[in-house]
Nanobody, 125 residues
Framework: QVRLVESGGDSVQAGGSLRLSCVVF????????MGWFRHAPGKEREGVGT???????YYADSVKGRFAISKDNGKSSLYLQMNRLKPEDTAMYYC???????????????????WGQGTQVTVSS
């Protein structure tokens, strides 16, 4: 059974940093494209960034230069380092997996087969 479990969400002040983690169970995620998404109240779920099986990363313009995705295949874990956080980054954050090894930054929500339960990030001004 495939499970994705996020953690690391918290309440921080603007300008602060957080590191989100996603542990993957029951899935050969190291050979798949993985993504981070977020969903704020009143908005559609949006892509934050993706990482291909070869480690290449892609980011949404809104987080480029502030967020970084990495993974540790030995720990079956995906990470999202978030720096210089802004109030508009407030959302529930999800990790997700899809079948392809390379997705070249494609953040189409419908293309991701497996999702975690999410972890809440709140940034106050």
């Amino acid at each position: 059974q495939v499970r994705l479990v996020e953690s690391g969400g918290d309440s921080v002040q603007a300008g602060g940093s957080l590191r989100l983690s996603c542990v993957v169970f029951g899935y050969a995620y190291s050979r798949r494209c993985m993504g981070w998404f977020r969903h704020a109240p009143g908005k559609e779920r949006e892509g934050v960034g993706t990482i291909d099986s070869d480690g290449r990363t892609y980011y949404a313009d809104s987080v480029k230069g502030r967020f970084a995705i990495s993974k540790d295949n030995g720990k079956s874990s995906l990470y999202l380092q978030m720096n210089r956080l802004k109030p508009e980054d407030t959302a529930m954050y999800y990790c997700a997996a899809r079948g392809e090894a390379i997705c070249s930054g494609d953040q189409s929500v419908d293309e991701y087969n497996y999702w975690g339960q999410g972890t809440q990030v709140t940034v106050s001004s």
